[in-house]
T-cell receptor
């Protein structure tokens, strides 16, 4: 069974601060995704990382994939209240029939 | 931008009743999935579906569950005899089955079993 662990599980910061959340996998997936989920809503795909050492940027969000492809991080610069939400790390293997395996998520609160 | 839609947004039912949750996947996608999320827990895979057949299913997806693509646009999840522990958010997802198997999720149906 492939498992994803995320840390921290909860994070509360002031507007304007920087933060990093982490995801570690028990084994290598073909690709790793980051999703964001609002309360009562479905996960929204933010990014997919595939190659070891890969860095992707989405405005103030920076996603890194470790060289061994078993760990990933999400860094947010100058957090804003609109960044509040649950950030989910997920892994998937090749093949459309394959499931996405989710971590428990990091619940981020950005205080104005 | 194309999106997955789900109806109803909230379903309340009595234990033992049948429910059908409905989804319209993204139109050019070929792979469809159901996941569930019990309050405060991880999103869990239930089943994947391709070419009118179940491709994979988890141990959660027992004989009480079934899926169907009744026409060219809808994808449904039926729970035959609901239990209290079936109360959860149910998410439909779809994928074009590309190399990285990116799956796009609907907004979910909150199922409450009384």
């Amino acid at each position: 069974t492939q498992l994803l662990e995320q840390s921290p599980q909860f994070l509360s910061i002031q507007e304007g601060e920087n933060l990093t959340v982490y995801c570690n996998s028990s084994s290598v997936f073909s690709s790793l995704q980051w999703y964001r989920q609002e309360p009562g809503e479905g996960p929204v795909l933010l990014v997919t990382v595939v190659t070891g050492g890969e860095v992707k940027k989405l405005k103030r969000l920076t996603f890194q994939f470790g060289d061994a492809r078993k760990d990933s991080s999400l860094h947010i610069t100058a957090a804003q209240p609109g960044d509040t939400g649950l950030y989910l790390c997920a892994g998937s293997n090749s093949g459309g029939y394959q499931k996405v395996t989710f971590g428990i998520g990091t619940k981020l609160q950005v205080i104005p | 931008e194309p999106e997955v839609t789900q109806t109803p947004s909230h379903q309340v039912t009595q234990m033992g009743q049948e429910v059908i949750l409905r989804c319209v996947p993204i139109s050019n996608h070929l792979y469809f999935y159901w996941y569930r999320q019990i309050l405060g827990q991880k999103v869990e895979f239930l089943v994947s579906f391709y070419n009118n057949e179940i491709s994979e299913k988890s141990e959660i997806f027992d004989d009480q569950f079934s899926v169907e693509r009744p026409d060219g646009s809808n994808f449904t999840l039926k729970i035959r005899s609901t239990k209290l522990e079936d109360s959860a958010m149910y998410f439909c997802a779809s994928s074009d089955g590309g190399l990285y198997n990116e799956q796009f999720f609907g907004p979910g149906t909150r199922l409450t079993v009384l």
